[in-house]
């Protein structure tokens, strides 16, 4: 069902879209229903957005307690009381990932989105060092697989922020060793 664009993860997505864009409010989508969007399919069990701290405070007076139930142990996520499903509310500006090792890549601006298989979310490059800065395995494994299925080179390090052109360069080296080719491994 997820692969299909069905289920509870992604019926959260279409009716906090619609919800978002009825009240007039800017988000994008980041995590893992950004990765399909970007040709990597990868199961997730929640939804991931930025929103400006406005944007979050007017979320909360308008839908806190009727559609979405506030999670009491986080502040910033929520639990969608029809389908279950987590969302989880990033701030745009705020510094993302492992703050100790990342001083200059912060969520993005919600109005700086593009539409990517009928997703709301950021350019690649910006997913790319988002992922980059949380400096763990799984989300270097996603920019591994993120440069396999869109054919990136070793140039687009240039597009991204100075902090996480190496560990790209260290991602691209693995997405190319014909060493974890997966044809090579069947």
Request: hydrophobic share 40%; with cysteine; glycine share 6%.
């Amino acid at each position: 069902m997820f692969f299909e664009k069905t289920g509870p993860v992604w019926e959260t997505l279409r009716n906090l879209d619609q919800r978002m864009q009825d009240a007039g409010l800017e988000y994008v989508v980041i995590g893992g229903l950004a990765l399909n969007a970007y040709r990597y399919p990868r199961q997730t069990i929640d939804v991931d957005v930025v929103v400006t701290a406005q944007a979050l405070s007017r979320f909360m007076d308008e839908f806190s307690g009727t559609v979405y139930r506030r999670d009491s142990r986080l502040p910033r996520r929520f639990v969608d009381e029809q389908t279950g499903v987590i969302i989880d509310f990033l701030i745009a500006g705020e510094i993302a990932g492992l703050a100790a090792k990342n001083s200059s890549v912060r969520f993005p601006d919600p109005n700086a989105h593009v539409v990517q298989e009928d997703v709301r979310t950021i350019p690649l490059a910006r997913l790319i060092e988002l992922k980059l800065v949380t400096w763990r395995f799984k989300d270097w494994g996603d920019v591994v697989e993120l440069i396999r299925r869109n054919n990136l080179d070793e140039s687009f390090a240039n597009q991204l922020d100075p902090i996480v052109r190496t560990p790209y360069r260290e991602c691209f080296d693995q997405a190319t060793d014909p060493q974890y080719d997966e044809g090579a491994r069947s």
